[in-house]
């Protein structure tokens, strides 16, 4: 448990109701999948997204948006790229 709230993980009771544990980690891992954490904070007019070179546009039903709390770019829908996929973020950021 403690290794798990250090890096920022969670834990499951392996004695309780262990499909609700797989479920909940299935569900972890497909978010992962959608969210690309970004190395610094964007100027958030400046960010282009493409997927295997192909630009995606913002779009809350079928394209990507900007996460500001998890300092993220989260896909959405039809745009959430397949496994393999190149994802490429260019975007200018502000210097801290």
Do not use: H, R
Request: proline share 3%; no cysteine.
């Amino acid at each position: 448990m403690d290794a798990s709230n250090a890096t920022g993980g969670f834990y499951e009771d392996i004695a309780s109701d262990f499909s609700q544990s797989l479920l909940n980690i299935g569900t972890d891992i497909v978010e992962l999948m959608k969210s690309f954490k970004l190395n610094n904070l964007p100027v958030i007019s400046t960010i282009e997204v493409k997927v295997n070179g192909v630009k995606v546009e913002t779009d809350l039903i079928d394209g990507w948006i900007y996460d500001d709390t998890l300092v993220s770019v989260k896909f959405n829908g039809a745009a959430v790229p397949p496994f393999g996929a190149t994802i490429e973020i260019k975007y200018e950021y502000i210097v801290q």
